[in-house]
């Protein structure tokens, strides 16, 4: 470790921070039944489950966070509380992973030009799904 990788570790970490701030600006929630999923769009220089984290960290109205990434990627993470199995919810997009954290990748790149038209199709599919399985 020398002063280079110092300097460049902390130029990383104020954009990666900026990432973070930017983030909460795209958030969007939607309830279904008795869930509330904020979704967002993340940058690449995040993580999915450090975008998720300060969605659901920042912001005390969301059951579940939804991060979209520019390259498709979708990651789920729920509250603690939180008894909805979103592996099942991802595997509806072709994902996968585990009841409180999953994701999934769409065919497709999501710009801040596409990304109202992406959400509406997953909240579409989202509706399918709740309406269909009541019993969530």
């Known amino acids: 470790w020398n ?12 954009k990666k921070n900026i990432a973070l701030d930017e983030l909460l600006k795209t958030l969007t929630i939607k309830t279904y039944l008795t869930n509330r999923i904020g979704f967002c769009l993340a940058s690449n220089l995040i993580s999915p489950p450090e975008a998720c984290d300060k969605m659901l960290s920042s912001h005390a109205g969301i059951d579940i966070a939804c991060c979209l990434f520019r390259d498709g990627r979708r990651a789920f993470r729920r509250r603690d509380h939180g008894t ?53």
């Open 3 to 14: 002063e280079r990788f110092a300097l460049a570790h902390e130029q990383f970490t104020q």
């Open 84 to 136: 909805l199995d979103l592996k099942a919810i991802a595997e509806i997009f072709g994902g996968g992973g585990q009841p409180y954290a999953s994701g999934a990748k769409l065919a497709q790149q999501i710009t801040k030009d596409n990304y109202v038209d992406v959400l509406f199709k997953i909240d579409t599919a989202l509706n399918a799904h709740f309406v269909g399985n009541n019993s969530w």
